[in-house]
C-alpha cells in the first residue's frame, strides 16, 4: 500500500473517532443526504426573475373599417357566338372596340347554307304545285258528285289529297324559312351595345353552333367584384354602403352599394364573391381596373384587442399570459379568438378591458413564473395596443 493511500486510511479512522458512539452512521449518512436536498432546494428557489414586454387589453372598437381588393367588372358579360356550323371568313372587331346594337361581329361562309335554302325554295314551288293540282280535282269532283259520275269513295280521296298537299307546302314553307334564317345566322352580330373584352376565333376556323367568338361586355353599370373571407362574409348586407378608390390614375373615390352575396364560397379560395354596384362611375373608371373598397362590420359583441405576439397555444387552445400584478408573476389563460384585423387579434372571451397581457417572449414562460416590466414599457400611460 503506498503512503498516500495509507495518509488517507488514516485520516478516515480518526474521523469516525470522533463520532460519538451513540450515533449509528447509518443515521450520519442520512444527514448528509437532506443537506445534499436542502441545497438543491435552495438552488431551485433562486430562479431568476424574467423581464417581460407588457400591453393593456382594450376593447376594440364597436365597428371596423375592413379594407378589400376589387377589380371593375360589367354588371352583364356575355360570351356571343354563331347559331350555325362553319367558317370563320371574317372577324370585324378586336378586343377593346366598342360596338353597337346589330353591328356586325364575324361572319361565316354561307355557300352550303345558301345551297340548302335554294333546295327548301324548290320543295316548295313543288309542294305548292301538288296543292294547285289537288284543288282543281276536288273542284271537278265536286261538279261530278251530284250527277253521280263519281262515287263518294272519290270525292272523298280527292279532298284528303288535297289536305295532305296543303300540308306538304306548309311544311316546305317552314323548312325554308328555318334556310332563310340559317343564312342569316352566318353574320354575327350585337344584340347589345358595349365593348369587345375578348375574342376566341380567327378567319379560318372552323367553330360549331354557341362556340364564344367574341366577348362582350355590355355597356351599362358598372361594378366592383371582389372576394370577401367567410369570417366577414355573414356580416354584410344587400344595400350595404361601401367607398371605392381607384388605384390607377387620379385617387378618385366614389360611392356604392353591394348588389349581391355569393350563397356559396369558391371552392378553391373559400371565400365569397361579392358585387358593389356604382350607379354613377367616372370617366377615368374603366374594365378592369384595380380599385380598392372599404365596408363597414358591425360587431355583435364587443370583443377584447390584442397583439398578435401575444398568443400561444395549450392543449390545442389559444391562451395568453396574464400578469399578476399584485405577485408579479404570469397566469396561463385560455381565450377564445374572434378574427383577425389590422389592429391585432381580437378575443372575443377570456380577457377582460384592463388585463396586462404579455407581448413578447411568450414560448419562454409558464404558468406562475416571476416576471418583472421592462423600464421602457412598464405602466406608462401611453402603453396602449
Known amino acids: 500500500m503506498s503512503m498516500a493511500a495509507n ?30 436536498a436542502c441545497k438543491a432546494e435552495t438552488v431551485v428557489s433562486d430562479e431568476p426573475v424574467r423581464p417581460v414586454k407588457v400591453a393593456i387589453v382594450e376593447a376594440a372598437p364597436e365597428a371596423r373599417t375592413l379594407t378589400y381588393s376589387g377589380v371593375v367588372r360589367p354588371r352583364v358579360e356575355s360570351a356571343l357566338g354563331f347559331r350555325v356550323t362553319g ?12 360596338v353597337g346594337v346589330d353591328e356586325p361581329i364575324a361572319r361565316l361562309d354561307e355557300t352550303d347554307l ?19 293540282v289537288a284543288t282543281d280535282n276536288l273542284e271537278r269532283a265536286k261538279v261530278l258528285l251530284p250527277k253521280a259520275v263519281i262515287s263518294q269513295a272519290a270525292y272523298d280521296t280527292r279532298r284528303n289529297e288535297l289536305d295532305a298537299a296543303v300540308a306538304s307546302l306548309e311544311s316546305a314553307e317552314a323548312q325554308l324559312r328555318q334556310a332563310v334564317n340559317a343564312v342569316s345566322y352566318t353574320t354575327l352580330k350585337a344584340d347589345k351595345a358595349g365593348i369587345v373584352t375578348g375574342v376566341n376565333a380567327e378567319p379560318g376556323q372552323v367553330v360549331n353552333a354557341g362556340q364564344a367568338i367574341v366577348t362582350l361586355a355590355e355597356a351599362g353599370e ?11 362574409a355573414g356580416r354584410l348586407q344587400l344595400g350595404q354602403w361601401a367607398k371605392v378608390t381607384l388605384w390607377a390614375g387620379p385617387r378618385l373615390s366614389v360611392d356604392g352599394r353591394i348588389r349581391e352575396i355569393a350563397g356559396q364560397a369558391e371552392p378553391t379560395s373559400r371565400t365569397y ?36 405576439t401575444a398568443l400561444t ?15 408579479r408573476v404570469v397566469r396561463r389563460t385560455s381565450v377564445a ?11 372575443a372571451s377570456g380577457l377582460s378591458a384592463g388585463d396586462m397581457v404579455v407581448t413578447a417572449g411568450v414560448q419562454f414562460l409558464r404558468d406562475g413564473m416571476r ?3 421592462l423600464p421602457e414599457r412598464g405602466l406608462a400611460p401611453g402603453n396602449r395596443i
Open 222 to 232: 358598372t361594378e366592383i367584384a371582389l372576394a370577401v373571407p367567410e369570417q366577414d
Open 313 to 327: 397555444e395549450t392543449a390545442s387552445n389559444p391562451a395568453v399570459f396574464v400578469i399578476d400584478q399584485s405577485q
Open 371 to 373: 416576471v418583472r416590466l
Open 337 to 347: 379568438l374572434g378574427g383577425a384585423s389590422e389592429d391585432g387579434v381580437r378575443i
Open 87 to 98: 367558317k370563320v371568313t371574317e372577324r370585324l372587331v378586336n378586343v377593346g372596340d366598342a
Open 7 to 36: 495518509a488517507r486510511t488514516t485520516a478516515g479512522r480518526a474521523t469516525l473517532a470522533k463520532v460519538p458512539s451513540g450515533l449509528p452512521r447509518l443515521g450520519l449518512l442520512g444527514l448528509a443526504v437532506l443537506l445534499g
Open 273 to 308: 364573391p361579392v358585387r358593389i354596384s356604382v350607379a354613377a362611375p367616372p370617366q377615368a373608371m374603366r374594365l378592369g381596373m384595380t380599385a380598392t373598397v372599404a365596408l363597414r362590420i358591425e360587431h355583435e359583441a364587443t370583443p377584447m384587442l390584442v397583439p398578435i
Open 114 to 132: 345558301k345551297l340548302a335554302e335554294n333546295a327548301a325554295r324548290a320543295a316548295v314551288a313543288a309542294a305548292r304545285s301538288r296543292r294547285d
